[in-house]
């Protein structure tokens, strides 16, 4: 069984900054991608931003430049460094990670809310 722990959410002014943080536990030999969702009120959940275990960045058009995903392969974490916030990046974040050792299996976390208020 694995776990993802997420923490890092909060409220913040709009043009603040905002650090997630999501440690994956348990049964892992390796992590092939680790990522960011998010789902504001009403809407579907999106992708923010993902991470492969090569280094292999992709980011949604909306917070190019203004976040950076990062992650310690050795502790299976993942970060996202969320700065120059608006009000439309408010939602819920939810961490995942793609597992590919010992079995295929994609995991999320419980989520964590970020409120950007203007």
């Known amino acids: 069984q694995v776990q993802l722990v997420e923490s890092g959410g909060g409220l913040v002014q709009a043009g603040g900054s905002l650090r997630l943080s999501c440690a994956a536990f348990?049964?892992?030999?390796?992590?092939?991608?680790m990522g960011w969702h998010r789902q504001a009120p009403g809407n579907q959940r999106e992708l923010v931003a993902t991470i492969t275990n090569s280094g292999s960045l992709n980011y949604t058009d909306s917070v190019k430049g203004r976040f950076t995903i990062s992650r310690d392969n050795a502790k299976n974490t993942v970060y996202l460094q969320m700065s120059s916030l608006k009000p439309e990046d408010t939602g819920v974040y939810y961490c995942n990670a793609l597992v590919s050792r010992p079995r295929i299996a994609v995991y999320w976390g419980q989520g964590t809310q970020v409120t950007v208020s203007t």
């Open positions: 348990g049964t892992i030999l390796d992590i092939y991608a």
